[in-house]
């Protein structure tokens, strides 16, 4: 009994363990889509130094400056989004995009009015059938009567 009881103990407290649940975790977000990538970057760094000189026995110092190169590594770490971020980012993008949409066709009512209301109507009115209509309106009731015909009959022989 004893020693089932330590086993117990043994086992649970090795499941248990920080490095058993890192792995695990590390683990299922490489399979998620975790990415490290290792960069580096390369910095200048300014030394300015100074050494005594002996001039005329005087002590003079002189003014060094040395520019050297530092690589600097790191590590970028790119965190995969959860489903329910992917959903939120979505709803918020076709949220963005149905209000841009409205406020578009918003604006572009507000300019056909602004249009409308200031465009001058020019209607072109075509004379010739209203004049046309004048002429067989007016002369042909002449002719049909017989008092133009006479009119003209009697202009001829004058």
């Not at 989004?81 to 572009?108: A, C, F, M, P, S």
Request: with cysteine.
């Amino acid at each position: 009994m004893r020693l089932l009881l330590i086993f117990i103990i043994v086992i649970t407290a090795y499941s248990c363990s920080k490095e058993l649940k890192v792995q695990y975790h590390y683990r299922k977000a490489i399979e998620n889509g975790l990415k490290i990538e290792q960069g580096s970057d390369t910095i200048q760094v300014l030394k300015v130094d100074s050494f005594p000189v002996i001039v005329n026995d005087t002590i003079v110092y002189e003014k060094y400056i040395a520019y050297r190169d530092t690589v600097i590594n790191f590590k970028t770490v790119e965190i995969p989004k959860t489903k329910w971020q992917t959903r939120i980012e979505y709803r918020e993008r076709v949220k963005t995009l149905k209000i841009k949409g409205d406020t578009e066709v918003k604006v572009i009512r507000e300019q056909a009015k602004i249009a409308k209301a200031t465009k001058e109507v020019k209607y072109r009115t075509r004379w010739w059938p209203f004049v046309v209509g004048l002429i067989i309106g007016l002369i042909i009731p002449y002719l049909l009567q017989g008092g133009l015909l006479d009119r003209l009959a009697l202009w001829r022989k004058i």
